[in-house]
């Protein structure tokens, strides 16, 4: 399960060396854009393993660098970002787990001023309407490939909408986070990212 939860959610470094051609370079300063001007978002989200399984919760993001996976009833688990690792907590076994966000996704939504066009590029989507983001890491195929969705809307900031992403590893497995509901600069408290530890009494996190 949590193999499961956490490959939709990490990836290892992702890095395309091309210089990105201009019309790349324009898409991607509006992703950029979008990214700048998300202070908070929430959403739901609907997470997909290979064999069609999905799991179903809330997400809250919070910059500077906080992100909360809060999944379904009756899913005894919680994932917390604070910017430079992910925890995990499985209340279920009473077990936290860390692990680095590195350059995954997640640091993408997470430290917007970055420099997109280092270690990532856009690929055909089909649709006018559909931005796609992907970046992997030529130097270690078996870290897989990531690629993010932004559709185009007008409501949106910088007239993008997240939509979600999917992890495709060196297997050809492929996991995927799809957003919905999104809504953005909606007020969030700072005590959405505490999190009880089960391992021992105490205050929250």
Same mark, same amino acid.
């Given at each position: 399960?949590?193999?499961?939860?956490? $490959?939709?959610?990490? $990836?290892?470094?992702?890095?395309? $060396? *091309?210089?990105?051609?201009?019309?790349? +370079?324009? *898409? %991607?300063?509006? !992703?950029?854009?979008?990214?700048?001007?998300?202070?908070?978002?929430?959403?739901?989200?609907?997470? +997909?393993?290979?064999?069609?399984? +999905?799991?179903?919760?809330?997400?809250?993001?919070?910059?500077?660098?906080?992100?909360?996976?809060?999944?379904?009833?009756?899913?005894? %688990? %919680?994932?917390?970002?604070?910017?430079?690792?992910?925890?995990? !907590?499985?209340?279920?076994?009473?077990?936290?787990?860390?692990?680095?966000?590195?350059?995954?996704? &997640? /640091?993408?939504?997470?430290?917007?001023?970055?420099?997109?066009?280092?270690?990532?590029? &856009?690929?055909? *989507?089909?649709?006018?309407?559909?931005?796609?983001?992907?970046?992997?890491?030529?130097?270690?195929?078996?870290?897989?490939?990531?690629? !993010?969705?932004?559709?185009?809307? $007008? /409501?949106?900031?910088?007239?993008? &909408?997240?939509?979600?992403?999917?992890?495709?590893?060196?297997?050809?497995?492929?996991?995927?986070?799809?957003? /919905?509901?999104?809504?953005?600069?909606?007020?969030? *408290?700072?005590?959405?990212?505490?999190?009880?530890?089960?391992?021992?009494?105490?205050?929250?996190?």
């Amino acid at each position: 399960m949590q193999r499961f939860l956490m $490959a939709a959610l990490l $990836a290892a470094p992702v890095v395309v $060396a *091309s210089a990105p051609a201009p019309a790349q +370079t324009s *898409s %991607l300063q509006q !992703i950029s854009q979008h990214l700048r001007g998300v202070n908070t978002m929430t959403a739901d989200f609907a997470q +997909t393993d290979r064999n069609g399984k +999905t799991l179903t919760g809330a997400l809250t993001l919070k910059r500077p660098g906080r992100i909360r996976f809060q999944y379904q009833k009756g899913v005894p %688990l %919680l994932i917390v970002g604070d910017g430079k690792a992910l925890t995990m !907590i499985d209340y279920q076994v009473r077990q936290v787990s860390r692990w680095p966000i590195g350059n995954s996704p &997640l /640091s993408v939504l997470l430290d917007p001023s970055r420099d997109l066009s280092r270690y990532a590029k &856009l690929v055909p *989507s089909g649709d006018p309407n559909l931005l796609l983001l992907e970046g992997r890491d030529p130097k270690h195929p078996e870290f897989g490939t990531i690629t !993010i969705a932004f559709a185009k809307s $007008a /409501s949106a900031p910088a007239g993008l &909408l997240l939509q979600g992403w999917s992890v495709l590893d060196a297997q050809g497995n492929r996991s995927m986070v799809r957003l /919905s509901n999104q809504r953005f600069n909606v007020p969030v *408290s700072d005590k959405t990212f505490r999190w009880n530890d089960p391992r021992a009494k105490g205050p929250a996190r």
